[in-house]
């Protein structure tokens, strides 16, 4: 069977609160942000938000009885689906919820508590079980960039994480490219950089998911964006919208990065 034409991939701009804001003050900022983004910019672009767990309740009822266009995301999950796990949420609670989509192997879990691997590829069949879309995280240290190696630990952390997941899930997924020295820092890769590695992203997806999930997948990039440096980023044909930490936070600059996205 021939593979479809390359779609036009709807881009998703994702906004990572991490462990910031509470319950009350995830309203005020849901709230504002909703008044700053038009209907145009929505139509073109999908908006999620991630708040901590304590505020997914808050989130999702602010955006049900306002009926406003935005997604509802979580940071993480564990793999199980329950039991002695203290401290853990599983996929099951958050799909009731009515998350969306959950961030799995972002590099702070990855490299401040552990997290290995093998267990995001089992956090990524958690989420996939309970029909949420995964956006998983890949990137590299300042030193693999250094050393040259970005393309070849973005390459091993994606076939970790795709084996054995089914093309239709593959297709269907978000990668989001974040290199970790422009975390957080305010240094973000250059548009060409990131354009090169979101295209070998997509060429590593069509290597582990075939031709058509390397076509639909979408792909993010993340590291200190912001309104007033989306636009060259959001640009590159790779790059179908992005996660954004920091400015998130922010829903002056928030809007500006989704407008920055719509008007691409
Ligand atoms: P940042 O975070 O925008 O604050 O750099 C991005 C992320 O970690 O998702």
Redesign the pocket.
């Known amino acids: 069977m021939a593979d479809s034409p390359t779609p036009p991939r709807r881009p998703l701009i994702s906004g990572?609160w991490k462990m910031n804001l509470n319950h009350l003050e995830a309203i005020q900022v849901v709230q504002k942000l909703s008044y700053r983004l038009s209907s145009a910019e929505t139509d073109a672009v999908e908006v999620s938000m991630h708040p901590p767990f304590t505020s997914l309740r808050t989130v999702q009822t602010i955006i049900g009885s306002d009926d406003l266009p935005l997604a509802l995301g979580a940071q993480d999950c564990h793999w199980e689906d329950a039991g002695a796990f203290t401290g853990e949420v599983s996929a099951p609670m958050l799909a009731k919820l009515d998350v969306a989509y959950v961030i799995v192997g972002?590099s702070?879990r990855r490299q401040l508590l552990g997290e290995t691997d093998e267990m995001v590829r089992a956090k990524l069949g958690a989420v996939l079980r309970h029909s949420m879309t995964p956006i998983l995280c890949v990137g590299e240290t300042l030193e693999e960039r250094d050393a040259g190696t970005t393309l070849d630990k973005v390459a091993s952390q994606l076939r970790s994480a795709l084996d054995g997941v089914s093309p239709e899930a593959v297709r269907a997924m978000v990668v989001a490219y974040?290199p970790i020295w422009?975390?957080?820092t305010g240094r973000n890769a250059t548009p060409e950089d990131a354009q090169e590695v979101a295209a070998a992203i997509r060429a590593g997806v069509g290597k582990a998911a075939g031709q058509e999930a390397a076509n639909f997948v979408r792909i993010q990039y993340?590291?200190?964006?912001k309104g007033s440096n989306a636009a060259p980023l959001l640009a590159q044909p790779d790059i179908d919208g992005a996660?954004?930490?920091?400015?998130s936070l922010d829903p002056d600059d928030f809007a500006a990065i989704v407008a920055a996205q719509a008007a691409c």
């Open positions: 990572n972002h702070e974040e422009a975390i957080g993340g590291g200190s964006v996660l954004v930490g920091g400015a």
